[in-house]
């Protein structure tokens, strides 16, 4: 099985929002997707900067890879591509533009995140192949910064990652986000110290909410495509 046949295309437009898990132990990794899956959450980001990454990328894909999307993330070398490939990866993501991660991808038909801010950026990593560009990061530019983008360039469909929770995504998808990368909004150190595996489930549950609540009328319509 290839990348691109892990990479369920429909299940990610059903709800775009991207879960990040960075940092996490795998004890507390395996009952967090379980309770994020139950609440709706589709697809989900294992960072390479995790302890034992690709151990979890290939426990998440052997157990729930017909749920959820399961993704690799900080994937910043050509090394770390085809450690998260080898590991079960479907789709790619990355916090900068790395022409050559993004460019070995496009090459073998992997979905590929990568990551920018500029307008410079986000047109590049568009022009290498990017299935969606990555706004990152997000939180201090805000969704004005994504309508902005939206002017000059309606054709390229973004993720803003950063400083999006349930309450500013309905703000970030009225400005035209296509899709969302969430962390510790959705999972929270905290609540997996405290074992609040119920938590974990109502958040999805409330991301998915606020992902299918119609936007107001008259207001920017959002990007549903995030294929080139």
């Known amino acids: 099985m290839n990348a691109l046949s892990r990479f369920d295309r429909a299940r990610f437009d059903a709800l775009p929002v991207v879960g990040i898990i960075r940092g996490f132990a795998r004890e507390v990794v395996e009952p967090m997707i379980a309770a994020a899956i139950e609440g709706g959450l589709r697809s989900v980001e294992i960072t390479l900067n995790t302890p034992d990454a690709e151990t979890l990328i290939r426990l998440t894909r052997e157990r729930w890879g017909d749920s959820v999307n399961v993704g690799a993330g900080t994937v910043t070398t050509l090394d770390g591509l085809h450690r998260a490939l080898d590991a079960g990866a479907g789709f790619i993501v990355t916090p900068t533009l790395n022409a050559d ?9 992997v979905p590929v995140m990568p990551g920018a801010m500029s307008p410079t950026e986000i047109v590049a990593a568009w022009e290498l192949g990017a299935t969606l560009v990555k706004v990152f990061p997000a939180d201090g530019l805000g969704p004005a910064f994504i309508r902005s983008l939206r002017g000059p360039m309606p054709h390229i469909p973004l993720m803003p990652t950063g400083g999006v929770t349930v309450e500013t995504l309905p703000a970030f998808r009225r400005a035209g986000a296509a899709a969302f990368g969430v962390g510790t909004p959705l999972f929270d150190p905290k609540r997996a110290a ?3 595996w119920s938590w974990f489930r109502l958040q ?3 991301f998915a909410i606020a992902w299918a609540t119609p936007i107001d009328s008259g207001s920017e319509p959002h990007c549903s495509s995030v294929t080139q």
């Open 101 to 109: 991660v993004v460019r070995a991808c496009v090459a073998q038909g």
């Open 194 to 196: 405290a074992r609040d």
């Open 204 to 206: 999805a549950e409330r």
